[in-house]
């Protein structure tokens, strides 16, 4: 099933976008390059919102503890995150940035 989330240019480079949609968990939104990635939004470590966060490379950092995942993967890249987040294949779609779920 493919979910619609936000148009394209409202996702700027090195700024995380929360969305919200139906039926689903909080899901952030971010663009490195002309790339776009999409995965839970609350850090798997603490009860932390990763769009609440900061970008470095690919690498988002949950404003609670510093810990930090890899965008692209969702795997934990720095202490004490242990946990993978989950990650979305995102779709290009008439400007809009979309998942299959």
Do not use: W
């Not at 990635?37 to 609350?42: A, E, G, H, Q, R």
């Not at 965008?71 to 993978?84: H, N, R, S």
């Amino acid at each position: 099933m493919r979910v619609d989330l936000v148009a394209v240019d409202k996702v700027k480079e090195g700024e995380p976008l929360e969305v919200n949609p139906p039926d689903m968990p909080a899901l952030v939104v971010y663009r490195i390059g002309e790339d776009f990635y999409v995965t839970d939004n609350k850090c798997t470590h603490g009860n932390a919102m990763l769009s609440d966060g900061f970008i470095e490379g690919n690498t988002i950092i949950c404003p609670f503890h510093d810990g930090g995942f890899d965008i692209k993967t969702g795997m934990p890249t720095l202490a004490p995150c242990a946990i993978p987040i989950k990650i979305y294949q995102t779709v290009i779609e008439g400007g809009r940035i979309c998942i299959e779920t």
